[in-house]
């Protein structure tokens, strides 16, 4: 089949041609292996763990973002590639693409467990109670790879670059939304920002390429309702305090543990 | 260098290019257009109303000149009317998902082959709604004009 990569030097951009074979269940990424091992050394891409679990592959294929390792060559139905660097990037080489903006918006929502009293994470007199059915709130969002593939499809980032995008408003929403959390106060001057939750006219794109399944579209409409919750009523839910850690007695009749017997047999002389 | 290169920003063109995409990219690209064409007219309208302000002559020869439209001129208040009952009936969507957080789905543990619930039926089945009935006013206010030109 043939494949057409959009390369870039440093100078100057170009498309390129290569002829491969390929079978339904090749993926991309295992095309531009065999083109940089066998055809082109000089092809720069990204890719780590060939499963679609760091996110590192992230190109865009046939005019769609998405992972080259995930993306098998029957499911495109094409007998052409093309293969481009994410757009809304600033391009490295080739499809090597510049992530510092990325991460930089990531780390402006503060994606980490904020409490009130800092006292409380630092020395925590037990854990934090979350049931399964508060874990369902946020879980989804948890899944996010950072793959950046979300900002490519994003039509709003095409045209304004300081919207701080679906990943990063999704990651928001994920500590919001998370019972233990009570950072809303700190994150909602970035959320609640002409380039923050309301630059977002929902096209849905972003969840449409996800790889992992995340739905920022999603996160980022529940985010806008809770401002506007907070803005109109005032209204915000309680965080959870620490949980007391109760010892239970073991019941009567509970089997005893097996003796903790164990020699190391192995070592170093 | 780098820094030059032109595809850090995607553009407007990429922006409204929603070829292989999902439903909600096309009404998102037609929500943008109809919201142009309705703020493009704002300004229009805005000029026409200004000439109160010139006189009862003025004002006489402006609702004249208004009840005299030629075919051009209605077609333009056709793409009007239709651009304004799209931007309205879609708005209305959006808002229902924007600040009520209705036609998502709750948030789900993501399992393969990842459907993201926020694109889900429930969302499909309300934008197919809003466009048929988007479409039958349409229509009739196609017919309206045309019953003006004589036409129908």
């Not at chain 1, 080259?68 to 391009?91: F, H, M, S, W």
């Not at chain 1, 739905?215 to 803005?231: C, H, M, S």
């Not at chain 2, 030059?4 to 929500?31: C, D, M, Q, V």
């Not at chain 2, 709750?106 to 694109?119: A, D, H």
């Amino acid at each position: 089949m043939k494949v057409r990569i959009r390369r870039f030097d440093g100078q100057k951009e170009w498309w390129q041609d290569y002829e491969v074979e390929a079978k339904p269940f090749t993926t991309i990424l295992d095309i531009l292996n065999y083109i940089r091992e066998n055809l082109d050394h000089t092809l720069a891409y990204r890719h780590s763990c060939q499963m679609g679990s760091c996110g590192s592959c992230g190109v865009v294929i046939n005019g769609k973002p998405a992972l080259a390792c995930q993306t098998r060559v029957g499911e495109l139905k094409t007998d052409t590639l093309r293969i481009e660097p994410l757009y809304n990037y600033r391009v490295i080489r080739d499809l090597v693409v510049d992530l510092t903006d990325f991460v930089n918006k990531h780390r402006s929502v503060k994606p980490w467990m904020i409490r009130k009293n800092p006292q409380e994470l630092e020395e925590a007199p037990s854990e934090f109670k979350v049931t399964p059915q508060q874990n369902l709130t946020f879980i989804q969002f948890d899944y996010c790879i950072m793959c950046g593939v979300c900002l490519a499809a994003c039509p709003t980032v095409a045209i304004d670059p300081l919207f701080i995008g679906p990943q990063a408003l999704a990651q928001a929403y994920r500590y919001i939304a998370d019972p233990r959390d009570e950072g809303f106060e700190e994150r909602i001057d970035v959320l609640d920002d002409s380039h923050g939750v309301w630059r977002c006219h929902f096209a849905g794109a972003c969840s449409y390429v996800c790889p992992k399944g995340v739905d920022p579209a999603k996160a980022i409409q529940y985010l806008k309702k809770e401002i506007l919750k907070f803005r109109l009523l005032r209204k915000r839910k309680k965080a959870v305090p620490p949980a007391e850690i109760v010892q239970k007695e073991p019941p009567p009749n509970a089997p005893k543990p097996p003796p903790f017997d164990f020699k190391f047999e192995g070592g170093v002389e | 260098m780098v820094e030059e290169n032109k595809r850090y920003k995607a553009g407007i063109l990429r922006s409204l290019w929603p070829h292989g995409f999902n439903i909600e990219r096309y009404t998102y690209t037609l929500h943008r257009i109809t919201g142009v064409i309705l703020a493009l007219y704002l300004i229009a309208h805005v000029f026409e109303i200004f000439h109160v302000a010139l006189g009862p002559a003025a004002w006489q020869q402006t609702l004249q000149e208004l009840g005299s439209l030629g075919i051009f001129e209605k077609i333009g208040l056709w793409i009007i009317a239709g651009s304004a009952l799209y931007h309205g009936a879609n708005g209305l969507r959006l808002i229902l998902n924007e600040a009520f957080g209705m036609l998502l789905g709750k948030p789900v543990l993501p399992e393969y082959p990842y459907m993201p619930t926020s694109l889900s039926r429930s969302q499909k089945i309300a934008i197919y709604i809003l466009t048929a009935i988007v479409v039958i006013l349409w229509i009739w206010a196609g017919l309206y004009l045309l019953e003006g030109l004589g036409i129908v």
